[in-house]
């Protein structure tokens, strides 16, 4: 079994800047795609930035040029560094990574998500 954990929510002014980080542990595997989603009250949750395996990345438009997604694979980890933060970016934030693992000589996928952490952006 795989867990995610992130850290670094909290509350912030409008403008200011938070990174979040999350982190992959448990049986051995590989992460290939890893990214970001949000999930605002009472709204669907929602893609923020993805990076596939090779460090390529893209973001949603409502992100574009004040959040950077990052990925260290060795460490199984994914950052999200967001600036510029507006009331609007409140919502509960997610990791998700594509696991692949072996069972014996099987390989198998999974997507594993965290817990989720709480950014609350005051105007």
């Known amino acids: 079994q795989v867990q995610l954990v992130e850290s670094g929510g909290g509350l912030v002014q409008a403008g200011g800047s938070l990174g979040l980080s999350c982190v992959a542990s448990g049986r051995p595997f590989s992460a290939n795609a890893m990214g970001w989603y949000r999930q605002a009250p009472g709204k669907e949750r929602e893609l923020v930035a993805g990076?596939?395996?090779?460090?390529?990345?893209n973001y949603a438009d409502f992100v574009k040029g004040r959040f950077t997604i990052s990925r260290d694979s060795a460490k199984n980890t994914v950052h999200l560094q967001m600036n510029s933060l507006k009331p609007e970016d409140t919502a509960v934030y997610y990791c998700?990574?594509?696991?692949?693992?072996?069972?014996?000589?099987?390989?198998?996928?999974?997507?594993?998500w965290g817990q989720g952490t709480l950014v609350t952006v005051s105007s």
């Open positions: 990076i596939t395996s090779g460090g390529n990345t």
């Open positions: 998700h990574m594509e696991i692949r693992y072996y069972s014996g000589n099987r390989l198998n996928t999974l997507d594993a």
